[in-house]
């Protein structure tokens, strides 16, 4: 199934009125099994697992669901495999590679691109047998990252983030962190625009005005997207206080893409897309996007404790996973639209989908 078949079931548009939300809420939706199941059903996506650029001559082990791997570049293609020599169940990451082969480093075995064993030093001379083959996972390379899918058939894309190949927008890479939380709490947690004033007093919102603006939300394509006009006070990123026009792009399941509209032609944004490690283990690569000077140290600074008020609220959220049993929880209507609806979706994905990579 192609991913244009699975959004045409999934649906295009969300009902716009605020009052059709709390309604529609379902009961018990999801029981333990259930969750189980949508964690599994990540296996059907893309996540990142790395920067390309941290990625040199060695085999580079890096964690998926749970699931160590070895990113390694063969002849100059990208490869994944389970981080699992199949002779001794060595991790292939401390190996090397030589004349385009993955080599192991416990006995020599040799993997080529593909994930077919090429050469057994001890096994003088015989015929190398077929199972020994690597699982070759996909992997591909898109925004400098390294993204990859542990099961056949993505149910989404990759994201797409075209203001990273914008010439318009001078982009910052922002360095990578790990929070002790799942990776939907981490993207519902950027999303959520009622925590502004309480989390970012004084940076990006004020406590004496807790309110959350008037917003839209609906679905496009494999996106959940918001739109409102937000009000920020003076930063180095802002200069003065004033309200600008926000969009959000959420696109399924944990990748972020926002614009920010500010006065003077001035333009910025980002991308945040989170890595699933493990059920409560999430890593966040971050991009900024801007066409106007600022001073990047403080800018970093900036962003960095933003994101460590964050880290210390989401890690402290139980269940540390997002419980999309939309009963679990209070939601208060308009404030927590766009988690409802993220809820839902994730909600549908597990009824749809949740099976299909276990089954596999
Ligand atoms: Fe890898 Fe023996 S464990 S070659
Ligand atoms: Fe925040």
Redesign the pocket.
Known sequence: MNTSTHLAEFGTQLPRDDALIQDAIPANELNREGEAALYESLRTMWHPVAASADLAESPLRVLLLDEPLVVVRLNGQICAFPDL?L????ALSLGWVEDGQLR?P????TYGSDGMCTGIPAHHGTKIPKRACLRALRVTEALGLIWVCLDDQPLFDVPSYPEFHDPNFHVLRMPVYDWNCSAARRVENFVDLAHIPWVHDGIIGRRDEPEVPEHEVWREGAELRMAAAVKEPASVKTGASFTASVTWRLIMPFTVVWNQELPDQRHFGGFIAASPLGRKLTRTFTLRHLNYEVEETKLLELEQVIAEADRVIAESQRPEELPVDLTAELHIRGADRISIEYRKWLIEIYKKYGGLAIAR
């Open positions: 020599c002779h001794r169940g060595t192991c416990y006995h020599g075995w």
